[in-house]
């Protein structure tokens, strides 16, 4: 049973950043589909970005240019970088996990986006 764990979230000015690690429990990163996600206060959750084993990165629109996503396959962990925070990006960010391939994410929906594993999320909060 995979299990992800996320950290990093706090509060931050707007314009700041965060570094969000994301550490899995077996040896998935790189071999699985993987991919960050938030969901604020009242709203759906979204995808923020996801990456294919093949490194493929795919951002959503509203994150592109200022979020980055990386990995460190020897740590088993999954990383964002947040840029330029705005407002708007507050929410609870998770970390997921899907043992295919991430295919055309357009056609993976909520609320579970088809992946398979999920962490239970840290608090970003930009003001």
């Known amino acids: 049973h995979v299990q992800l764990v996320e950290s990093g979230g706090g509060s931050v000015q707007v314009g700041g950043s965060l570094r969000l690690p994301c550490v899995a429990s077996?040896?998935?990163?790189?071999?699985?589909?993987m991919g960050w996600f938030r969901q604020a206060p009242g709203k759906e959750r979204e995808g923020v970005v996801y990456?294919?084993?093949?490194?493929?990165?795919t951002y959503a629109d509203s994150v592109k240019g200022r979020f980055t996503i990386s990995k460190d396959i020897a740590k088993n962990a999954l990383y964002l970088q947040m840029n330029s925070l705005k407002p708007e990006d507050t929410a609870m960010y998770y970390c997921a996990a899907d043992i295919w391939p991430c295919d055309s994410v357009q056609i993976r929906k909520p609320p579970n986006y088809g992946m398979d594993y999920w962490g239970k999320g840290t608090q970003v909060t930009v003001s």
């Open positions: 990456l294919d084993k093949d490194g493929t990165a």
């Open positions: 077996g040896d998935i990163i790189g071999r699985y589909c």
